[in-house]
């Protein structure tokens, strides 16, 4: 059968040109976003598990400060207000976990095969972290129907949702990087688990997914500036329910933070497979 | 194998060439001044106890790990100074079974299709044929979590083989697998010599499978090269009764059997260390 012209291109790896390493990088994204819908449709049952805990935060935290009116909220009634914080915090919560992965991978010796293809290792990290955000974009967008459903007012221009995904998008690559630059330097699935569980409270927290930054004490508001989330936050909720945002300065700032993310998490590969 | 196979040309190009490559882990020095050469199309066994320094070796070769000193090239390339291009000539099969259960075969394969940047076009061609060649096509849309052992080893097979290696490396191809799984992988990497004249680097410490498949083989034991050549030839330097155990006894001055039972492999002599300190 084929073996014959398995033979006769039998030296074709080496006689393809190598290509260019931003094409390199941009085939990961491509491949590894693939990976993750193969994975997602072949098992969903954690997009359904994870619909649940944004929707209690709409349903009961946002209907109930809607009705006592507590948080300023610019006009806007609270859950609309709200809304966008709890797009970004899914997305977050999805992304922060993203570490155990890869730790996976490297038990199960997938990583190693991995990166014995031509595959630099910023390559495989930049591939992983947009693959990541393929299953915030899911929870997103679970989130942006159930808030419809509940009455927010959400925009109509595709082109607010076309900007709101790339920022989910950027936000999701981040804070997958940031979980797997955590899994380089514990190298092991509980004390990820552990980390991860202490971390996403307090930047949820430091950020104005439930409350306008000017209601913070003032050593929280400082603290809330290098929090990227902060700024995902401010973009989705001035594309989505159209309140004042900087949004270069939003984008600017998550993409200095992907790609801080992305050279040290590569970094800290080697860790992993040694 | 010697006889019936394709003739090795003595003064034929140079797959690998291995030069006082040395590699150490804390205390242990896994790897010592390790010298020698793969000729192109020939099958060579790295042969040696649990812990001799096999796995330390193809994980330099394959560039996953950094030599301490010494050096090696593939096929010309150097394996520190030329990652990528030595990446894109081989294809590597580690010890332990890893393919990812959560995909089909498939899905599998195709993974590696695009992570060797194969030309979109002949992308599914390419991954169908891969599958058929290691005889997975029927199991082929199924997840891989479904495969037995011996079908997730010709899965990786058909993984390493999608970009046309030049150079296919094997880490303990059949370990775990049962008489029948095994018989089958050798037969599919037989042909594949056969037909493609793929180079094969293997390393196993079942000494009848050295002895029956390879064309040539070196002892390694504590991380050094204690003998090499054809098994025929190092068998004859000890008797004609002798087998590959006992030229490796004579060698190392060790009883194999008790070695492999003891020594563990390094990877997880180091995790353990690096668990418990």
């Not at chain 1, 006592?68 to 914080?85: E, H, K, Q, T, V």
């Not at chain 1, 997305?91 to 595959?119: C, H, M, N």
């Not at chain 1, 979980?179 to 927290?205: E, H, K």
Request: net charge positive; aromatic share 8%; charged share 20%.
């Amino acid at each position: 059968m084929c073996a014959q012209s398995v033979a006769q291109r039998a030296a074709s790896a080496d006689l393809r040109p190598a290509p260019a390493w931003w094409r390199v990088v941009l085939s990961r994204v491509v491949t590894f976003c693939w990976v993750e819908i193969a994975k997602i449709r072949h098992d969903r049952t954690e997009l359904y598990t994870r619909a649940i805990q944004p929707a209690l935060w709409l349903i009961i935290f946002g209907e109930t400060f809607t009705a006592i009116r507590a948080i300023p909220s610019g006009g806007r009634p609270y859950l609309d207000f709200m809304a966008p914080g709890v797009i970004a915090q899914s997305a977050l919560f999805v992304a922060i976990f993203y570490g155990i992965q890869i730790i996976w991978e490297r038990d199960a010796g997938i990583l190693t095969k991995l990166l014995s293809t031509p595959t630099p290792a910023s390559a495989l990290i930049a591939g992983k972290a947009f693959g990541a955000s393929i299953r915030s974009l899911l929870q997103a967008a679970v989130v942006v129907v159930l808030a419809a459903l509940l009455g927010v007012g959400m925009p109509l221009n595709p082109l607010d949702y076309l900007a709101a995904i790339v920022f989910i998008v950027l936000g999701a690559a981040f804070f997958s990087t940031l979980s797997l630059t955590i899994a380089g330097v514990v190298l092991n699935r509980d004390r990820l688990m552990g980390i991860g569980q202490a971390i996403t409270m307090p930047l949820f927290f430091a950020s104005n997914a439930l409350y306008p930054i000017s209601v913070m004490p003032g050593w929280l508001q400082v603290l809330s500036t290098i929090n990227p989330l902060r700024y995902e936050i401010d973009a989705l909720r001035g594309l989505l329910i159209g309140t004042p945002s900087n949004l270069p300065l939003d984008f600017a700032v998550l993409l200095v933070a992907c790609i801080a993310g992305i050279t040290t998490s590569s970094r800290l590969l080697r860790r992993l497979t040694q | 194998m010697s006889d019936g196979s394709v003739p090795v040309e003595e003064s034929g190009p140079v797959a690998v060439d291995s030069r006082a490559m040395t590699k150490r882990f804390k205390e242990l020095l896994a790897v010592d001044r390790l010298s020698f050469e793969v000729r192109s199309g020939e099958i060579f066994g790295l042969l040696g106890p649990n812990g001799a320094g096999k796995t330390t070796t193809i994980r330099m070769l394959v560039t996953l790990l950094r030599p301490d000193s010494g050096q090696a090239t593939v096929f010309g390339f150097d394996v520190v100074a030329q990652t990528m291009a030595v990446r894109r000539l081989i294809g590597y099969v580690p010890q332990q079974l890893s393919a990812d259960g959560s995909l089909t075969g498939w899905e599998n394969v195709m993974l590696f299709a695009r992570l060797y940047d194969l030309p979109r076009r002949s992308r599914k061609a390419s991954v169908v044929e891969s599958l058929q060649l290691m005889g997975l096509s029927d199991a082929a849309g199924r997840l891989v979590s479904t495969y037995s052992g011996g079908m997730v080893r010709r899965l990786e097979l058909a993984q390493a083989l999608i970009n046309q290696p030049r150079l296919l490396v094997l880490d303990e191809p059949t370990i775990g697998l049962d008489p029948i799984a095994r018989a089958e992988v050798w037969e599919r990497v037989l042909s594949l010599r056969r037909e493609a004249g793929t180079t094969i680097l293997l390393t196993t410490h079942y000494m009848e499978e050295a002895d029956e498949l390879c064309d040539r083989v070196a002892l390694m034991h504590k991380g050094q090269l204690k003998a090499s050549g054809t098994p025929a030839e190092l068998k004859a330097s000890l008797g004609p009764e002798a087998t590959l155990e006992d030229v490796f006894r004579h060698y190392s001055g060790d009883h194999f059997e008790e070695e492999g039972g003891t020594l563990k492999d390094v990877r997880s002599v180091r995790r353990t260390a690096r668990r418990l300190g």
